[in-house]
């Protein structure tokens, strides 16, 4: 998968920049490719002098406002009383999360394993055992919320570590949904964007 998945997305952004004039920012919201990547990648391709960037115009789709729309406060996020910790706010999204593996038709449970970084193992209806990592999503002042791939010893993630990695945004009440493939492009961490949004039938149909 590693060796398909770069090719691939890196394709994919060159089309972005070199078709829809897309800016490096406009690229990373669309295809969760951190713009230090994108740097990388896009190398030389740079964007003619007289070209106006308008994702409004050109994809229909407006940079601007997807920079705003962090999405409405959810029913749950208003009945917050005190200020959460960091250790509340994590316990809340694996709850979450495990909610939904239920709702879904999975049967979660926690690995019998000393030391496994993944937050739920979860046995899909086809029969699959699935490792689940959680990670609540952090909120800045601007821009879109986003996920960090580092462990809590500040390194990156590895293969194995996790199948599915889920970001829960507890204002919004929305869980995010990635395979470990797609993320091999991202190197500390994932923006969320609406396809990845609740994304649970990735999960049903995972096979080992």
């Known amino acids: 998968m590693r060796g398909k998945s770069n090719p691939e997305m890196k394709a994919r952004c060159l089309r ?10 406009q690229i990373s919201i669309i295809t969760g490719v951190s713009k230090g990547t994108l740097c990388g990648w896009l190398r030389g391709h740079v ?3 007289h070209v106006t960037i308008s994702l409004s115009s050109r994809t229909g789709i407006s940079h601007r406002g997807m920079r705003k729309d962090r999405g409405a406060e959810s029913s749950l996020h208003k009945m917050i009383v005190n200020k959460l910790s960091r250790n509340q706010i994590g316990r809340i ?3 979450a999360v495990l909610l939904r593996l239920v709702i879904a038709g999975c049967n979660p449970f926690l690995s019998p394993f000393d030391g496994e970084k993944a937050d739920w193992l979860a046995e899909t209806p086809n029969g699959n055992i699935v490792k689940i990592q959680v990670k609540a999503c952090k909120r800045g002042r601007s821009g879109l919320p986003f996920i960090s791939l580092t462990c809590s010893d500040g390194k990156r993630y590895m293969d ?5 990695i889920i970001g829960y945004d507890l204002f919004t009440d929305v869980a995010y949904v990635w ?13 969320i964007t ?5 994304r649970w ?3 049903l149909v995972a096979s080992k």
């Open 201 to 203: 039938g990735k999960v």
């Open 47 to 49: 964007l003619p002098k």
């Open 16 to 25: 972005l920049r070199m078709k829809k004039h897309l800016s490096l920012s």
């Open 194 to 198: 609406k396809d990845a949004a609740e």
């Open 179 to 191: 395979s470990w493939s797609e993320l091999l492009q991202n190197r500390s961490r994932v923006t």
């Open 160 to 164: 194995g570590d996790f199948d599915f």
């Open 93 to 95: 999204s694996e709850a």
